[in-house]
């Protein structure tokens, strides 16, 4: 079978960008692990407002972005490991990361609104306001990161349950969840410097 040039380039042309646009693509996200991130300008806003303050800048940018990778892995409705005794299952709440995100932004919508700027521009204590004015109706007690009902309470929630925020608490370098070499096991946890 003879197949003529004018032939050849309209097969091999048509067929050419089917089989190219995998490797010509580019490489995009999981977009799930895309559609739960949150504004990185409006998430470090409020972790300066929310976290302790003696949390420096360092720790604050650690515990956030640390927060940003839990919720970009976070999975939705899956077992859970029954905990010991029982062999009831139990499953992860759904997705908090849409209801968070419109949080955010109606923060940053009323500060505009009632001051003519956007929540990340506003003073701390003008930021730690706004916050409260919406977690009013909350309880005192802190839920699981990913059963609150509001990024604020997420976010802080979150960071209470790391190693960093266990050490701040005790003023020692525990590293809890951390391996410490056995020759090290007996030693008291150094002090942590001021304002870690």
């Given at each position: ?7 050849f ?6 067929a ?9 693509a ?15 300008v ?5 972790a300066?407002?929310?976290l302790?303050?003696e ?51 109606a923060l ?22 706004l ?55 007996g ?8 304002g870690?």
């Amino acid at each position: 079978m003879t197949v003529d040039r004018r032939s050849f380039v309209k097969t091999v042309g048509a067929a050419l960008p089917v089989v190219a646009l995998p490797a010509c693509a580019p490489q995009s996200a999981d977009p799930a692990r895309a559609a739960r991130t949150l504004d990185p300008v409006m998430l470090r806003a409020l972790a300066e407002a929310t976290l302790p303050s003696e949390v420096d800048a360092q720790g604050r940018e650690s515990a956030v972005a640390e927060f940003e990778r839990w919720l970009a892995e976070y999975r939705a409705v899956v077992e859970r490991d029954h905990g010991y005794g029982t062999g009831e299952l139990t499953y992860t709440g759904p997705d908090p990361a849409p209801g968070w995100r419109a949080q955010l932004e109606a923060l940053d919508l009323e500060a505009k609104q009632r001051f003519g700027r956007g929540f990340a521009d506003l003073d701390v204590d003008v930021r730690q306001r706004l916050v409260r004015a919406q977690l009013r109706r909350e309880g005192e007690a802190l839920p699981e990161p990913a059963e609150a009902s509001h990024v604020a309470l997420g976010l802080v929630a979150w960071w209470f349950g790391t190693s960093a925020a266990n050490d701040l608490c005790h003023g020692a370098q525990i590293g809890r969840g951390t391996c410490r070499p056995l020759e090290r096991a007996g030693d008291e946890p150094a002090p942590i410097a001021q304002g870690a």
